[in-house]
């Protein structure tokens, strides 16, 4: 059974860093892409990043731009979301996803097969 667990979050100030790791299981990690998604209380659950198989290729939403950072390690079966410059409004679950590498660009909550059971990220100002 696939399993996808991610760790790292927690409470932080305005300004902070943090780093959110989900390693996956009974997959081959490296034929899949991973992205991270966050939902915040009452509001839908969006797209933060992703990253291709290979890490050739990185996607940004705008918001997160220049503060978050996506990586991999596909020997330890490991995606990496580095938070830096935390806002308030980062707050939420931050969820990592996965799916079989393809070739087209699809950055949508469908496109995911594999999920993991998210991690609360708190920014207090």
């Known amino acids: 059974q696939v399993r996808l667990v991610e760790s790292g979050g927690g409470l932080v100030q305005a300004g902070a860093s943090l780093r959110l790791s989900c390693t996956a299981s009974e997959i081959d990690f490296s034929f899949y892409d991973m992205a991270w998604f966050r939902q915040a209380p009452g509001k839908e659950r969006e797209f933060v990043c992703a990253i291709t198989r290979s890490s050739s290729r990185t996607y940004y939403a705008d918001s997160v731009k220049g503060r978050f950072t996506i990586s991999r390690d596909n020997a330890k079966n490991t995606v990496y979301l580095q938070l830096n410059s935390l806002k308030p409004e980062d707050k939420a679950v931050y969820y990592c996803?996965?799916?079989?590498?393809?070739?087209?660009?699809?950055?949508?909550?469908?496109?995911?097969?594999?999920w993991g059971q998210g991690t609360q990220v708190t920014v207090s100002s």
């Open positions: 996803a996965g799916d079989f590498s393809r070739a087209d660009v699809d950055l949508s909550i469908t496109r995911y097969t594999y």
